[in-house]
T-cell receptor, first 112, second 113 residues
Framework: DAKTTQPPSMDCAEGRAANLPCNHS???????VYWYRQIHSQGPQYIIH???NNETNEMASLIITEDRKSSTLILPHATLRDTAVYYC?????????????FGSGTQLTVLP | ETGVTQSPTHLIKTRGQQVTLRCSSQ?????VSWYQQALGQGPQFIFQ???????GRGNFPPRFSGLQFPNYSSELNVNALELDDSALYLC????????????FGPGTRLTVL
């Protein structure tokens, strides 16, 4: 299973872009990169996912390097409510089971 | 709000007991996965159910079992509870086995004494 490596914590000023890195050097060609976040005492919330191309939605942008060994989640204008643990995940498909393998994540703290 | 509900919110059991946790999904979400999240760690995949059958399992012993009902609600059963089973148990549903996004419930906090 491809594993991910993230910094344990990061700070970001409110209103600035938050750039969260993730290394997944052993990712296979058909494995997707997912990002979820978890605000304290709540269930994880889906943010975005991608395979090869960069992706953007209303919450964030996902930049995947050409060799797919790393990616960056970008929150363009961080707010205090974006303070959470952010998980970079490589999705493993075993038959029809889609298993999300979570690591320890990055604690993002948005500072006023 | 994801529309996924779990009950109970908190539960305290003693070692050796059995526990049943419940999950109800949004209408039409026919696939459910269960995760265990120990304190300070990310969620770990337990198993997945689709159309009332288990079709994927993580590295958990057989004393962790589940059920999915015709209305797609689900149960997680844990027998012979151990202290290390203390964790937040999360269920995640999605509208189809091929859909990309999983919707997580708020979890059940289980404490084993």
């Amino acid at each position: 299973d491809a594993k991910t490596t993230q910094p344990p914590s990061m700070d970001c000023a409110e209103g600035r872009a938050a750039n969260l890195p993730c290394n997944h050097s052993t990712i296979s060609g058909n494995e997707y990169v997912y990002w979820y976040r978890q605000i304290h005492s709540q269930g994880p919330q889906y943010i975005i996912h991608g395979l090869k191309n960069n992706e953007t939605n209303e919450m964030a942008s996902l930049i995947i390097t050409e060799d797919r060994k790393s990616s960056t989640l970008i929150l363009p204008h961080a707010t205090l409510r974006d303070t959470a643990v952010y998980y970079c995940i490589v999705r493993v498909d075993s038959g029809s089971a889609r298993q999300l393998t979570f690591g320890s994540g990055t604690q993002l703290t948005v500072l006023p | 709000e994801t529309g996924v509900t779990q009950s109970p919110t908190h539960l305290i059991k003693t070692r050796g007991q059995q526990v049943t946790l419940r999950c109800s999904s949004q209408s039409g979400h026919n696939t459910v996965s269960w995760y265990q999240q120990a304190l300070g760690q990310g969620p770990q995949f337990i198993f997945q159910y689709y159309r009332e059958e288990e079709n994927g399992r993580g590295n958990f012993p057989p004393r962790f079992s589940g059920l999915q009902f015709p209305n797609y609600s689900s149960e997680l059963n844990v027998n012979a509870l151990e202290l290390d089973d203390s964790a937040l148990y999360l269920c995640a549903t999605r509208p189809g086995v091929d859909s990309n996004e999983q919707f997580f419930g708020p979890g059940t906090r289980l404490t084993v004494l």
